[in-house]
């Protein structure tokens, strides 16, 4: 069953929380967007909230982040997740899941195992607790030999 969301973006706290309007009530923590959809009906207006938040907020890694995100996992767009996953490395590098999500599009679309190698280790310095960087990890290594 698709959930209908309209969120209209009023202003992000210290934590990097956006607080919006809209849906189901106003006044609500929007975490970074992600919730369930059914993407094929709501892929254009998942799409444009992203971009009307990137808009209002060009420099938060967790949008932008998760904006690279939905398009490598939804889209499968990743020359578009590639260049938002890279923005938001720049305006937050310690972001161990943004860095492996780099690193896995690296080495899918370049099969630049040095790069990709390079960006896995920024990861798992980041966030070497994280058993998705770990796993990730250990997937490049496996099909890198």
């Known amino acids: 069953m698709a959930m209908q969301v309209n969120v209209e973006a009023k202003e992000i706290d210290n934590e ?7 849906g189901s009530g106003g006044g609500r923590r929007v975490y ?27 420099d938060n890694a967790l949008i932008l982040g998760n904006y690279a995100k939905y398009l490598k996992e939804v889209r499968g767009d990743f020359t578009k997740a590639k260049e938002y996953c890279s923005r938001s490395i720049l305006a937050n590098g310690t ?7 780099y690193a896995d ?4 679309t370049q099969k630049d195992a040095t790069s990709a190698q390079s960006y896995f280790e920024q990861a798992v310095e980041a966030s070497p607790n994280d058993c998705h960087v770990l796993a990730s990890y250990a997937e490049f290594l496996w099909d890198a030999e």
């Open 105 to 108: 599009l690296v080495w899918k």
């Open 32 to 58: 970074g967007g992600y919730r369930e959809w059914d993407y094929h009906e709501n892929d254009k207006g998942v799409d444009s909230y992203y971009k009307s938040m990137i808009e209002l907020n060009p």
């Open 16 to 22: 990097g929380f956006l607080y919006g309007s809209g």
């Open 95 to 101: 972001d161990g899941n943004v860095l492996s999500m």
